[in-house]
């Protein structure tokens, strides 16, 4: 199985930056979409952003313009870029990966324990 570990949460002021960060161990061999989800208190998970192994980028509408994903393949990693953040983007982000072939030939998803990130106003 696959394992995902997220960083890079904490408490910031509205209008800052953070940078999450995800990373991927295993037998893993190549991931096709890796991305973040988020879930606000008392609501359900929403999609943030996904990437796929080519490059082609997907975004929640709440964030579109304000966050960037991005991977890196060689490390098997996904970052989460966040700015301009708001009080409403407080949430637990979690990172997920789909398509995942591991050296066994396996394919497999998984899910990360998830990171907080509180925005203050």
């Known amino acids: 199985q696959v394992q995902l570990v997220e960083s890079g949460g904490g408490l910031v002021q509205a209008g800052g930056s953070l940078r999450l960060s995800c990373a991927a161990s295993?037998?893993?061999?190549?991931?096709?979409?890796m991305g973040w989800y988020r879930q606000h208190p008392g609501e359900q998970r929403e999609l943030v952003a996904t990437?796929?192994?080519?490059?082609?980028?997907d975004y929640g509408d709440s964030v579109k313009g304000r966050f960037f994903i991005s991977r890196d393949n060689a490390k098997n990693m996904v970052y989460l870029q966040m700015n301009s953040l708001k009080p409403e983007d407080t949430a637990v982000y979690c990172c997920?990966?789909?398509?995942?072939?591991?050296?066994?030939?396996?394919?497999?998803?998984?899910w990360g324990q998830g990171t907080q990130v509180t925005v203050s106003s």
């Open positions: 997920n990966v789909q398509g995942v072939r591991t050296r066994t030939g396996d394919m497999v998803n998984a």
């Open positions: 295993g037998s893993i061999k190549s991931i096709n979409v």
């Open positions: 990437i796929t192994s080519g490059g082609s980028t």
